[in-house]
Every structure is written in C-alpha cells, then in structure tokens.
C-alpha cells in the first residue's frame, strides 16, 4: 500500500483548506484511514480515521467539528476537510493506513504512511 499525500499549503486563521491522499497497492484485507499531525517540536498525534467497511469515524477533539474526513474508494483517494483553520492546526500533516480497525489513536497502530504535507495558519 502506497499513500500520497497533498493539498497543504498556508491559510489565514478562520479558513479552510482540502487535503487529498491517493491510496494505491492493495491488501487481502479492508483498509482503514487516517491522518496523523505532527507539529514542530511536537510528537505525532492522531487527527481522524475512517474505517474501511462500515464509512464510521472517529475524531480528536481538538477538531471535532471543525475538520472532516471522508474517502472515495472508487477513487482511492482519502480526504480531510478543514474549516475554521487555527494557529495550533499548523502542522505537517500525514496520511495513514492499517488493515483491520480504524478507531487506534496511537501513530504505531497504523502500519502505512504517506510523506506529509504541510499546513501553515497564521493571523
């Protein structure tokens, strides 16, 4: 399994910005999604994740209601929707897979990643 991550980039505080992660390779197994973050100086920390059979997510807090994840499987391709952008959004951020569950929070659960790309808010 391959992930490519895209669509960071630099927003002002209170805007949005799309990121995309195309999934190829395939497993005997369903995969379920994530994306991770990870801030500078800052260990990585789960966002959300999308299970791969049931479309069920599970959200941190900290962006609870303010972000989305959703994915397009006959497009391969994971999204996360961010809305109401803050300071502490600044991050890489990191597109994840496992087979198997989707509701693991710890970064090690999760067996494949993508390169990261980055997210910059600033006032």
């Known amino acids: 399994v391959q992930l490519q991550a895209s669509g960071g980039g630099s927003v002002q505080t209170g805007g949005s910005l799309r990121l995309s992660c195309v999934v190829s390779g395939r497993t005997q197994f369903p995969i379920s999604l994530a994306w991770f973050r990870q801030a500078p100086g800052k260990e990585r920390e789960f966002v959300a994740a999308i299970s791969g059979t049931t479309g069920r997510t599970l959200e941190s807090d900290p962006v609870e209601d303010r972000f989305t994840i959703s994915r397009d499987n006959t497009e391969g391709t994971l999204y996360l929707q961010m809305n109401s952008l803050k300071s502490e959004d600044t991050a890489v951020y990191y597109c994840?897979?496992?087979?198997?569950?989707?509701?693991?929070?710890?970064?090690?659960?999760?067996?494949?990643w993508g390169q990261g790309t980055l997210v910059t808010v600033s006032s």
């Open positions: 994840a897979a496992r087979t198997g569950g989707y509701n693991y929070i710890a970064s090690n659960a999760w067996t494949y």
